[in-house]
Antibody
């Protein structure tokens, strides 16, 4: 069974940093691209970032480019999102997702909540 | 960025009746080389992560009931639920994965009438 377990969320002041983690199991993590998608309270889905299976290439939404860094450790089956210079508008539930169908996000974690507020 | 626009924003349908949700992209998501539309539909029930229902605009994900179907090409797409069940109450999102960044529609909230 595919499982994606997110952690690292919390309450942080504007300008601060957080690192989210997503521990994957139930599939060969190193074979598939992974993504982060976020959802602000009561709002829709926003794609944030993605990384290819090897970790060599990463992609970002304009809203987080230069502030967030996606990475992965295939030896630990773990996906990361380093979030710097956090803003109030980054407050959201952050989902990690896997592309095991090689097409789009087909497995999703339960999400980890990030709250940015003074 | 590609803008995905869904209609309606909300929809109330009686149990057993048909529900139709539309999605329009600001640019075509049809890749001519493979004749595939890079369009997916997701269902998000309250308090749950999104669930993939359909990709390639019309390919049903494994385990998804056949009352869910997707159609359309280019810039205009439709998700149809042929006979609404109580468990289909959710918000539905379309997503294009042709361009980076991948973008979602604003969501359509489906309720029981």
């Amino acid at each position: 069974e595919v499982q994606l377990l997110g952690s690292g969320g919390g309450f942080i002041q504007p300008g601060g940093s957080l690192r989210l983690s997503c521990a994957a199991s139930g599939f060969t993590f190193s074979d598939y691209a992974m993504s982060w998608v976020r959802q602000a309270p009561g709002k829709g889905l926003e794609w944030v970032s993605a990384i290819v299976a090897s970790g060599r290439n990463a992609y970002y939404a304009d809203s987080v480019k230069g502030r967030f860094t996606i990475s992965r450790d295939n030896s630990k089956n773990t996906l990361y999102l380093q979030m710097n210079s956090l803003r109030v508008e980054d407050t959201a539930l952050y989902f990690c997702a896997a592309r095991t169908n090689m097409v789009t996000e087909d497995y999703w974690g339960q999400g980890t909540l990030v709250t940015v507020s003074s | 960025d590609i803008v995905m626009t869904q209609s309606p924003d909300s929809l109330a349908v009686s149990l057993g009746e048909r529900a139709t949700i539309n999605c329009r992209s600001s640019q075509s998501v049809l890749y001519s080389s493979n004749n595939k539309n890079y369009l997916a539909w997701y269902q998000q029930r309250q308090g749950q992560p999104p669930k993939l229902l359909i990709y390639w605009a019309s390919t049903r994900e494994s385990g998804v009931p056949d009352r869910f179907s997707g159609s359309g090409s280019g810039t205009d797409f439709t998700l149809t639920i042929s006979s609404l069940q109580a468990e289909d109450v959710a918000v539905y999102y379309c997503q294009q994965y042709y361009y980076t960044p991948r973008t979602f529609g604003q969501g359509t909230k489906l309720e029981i009438k």
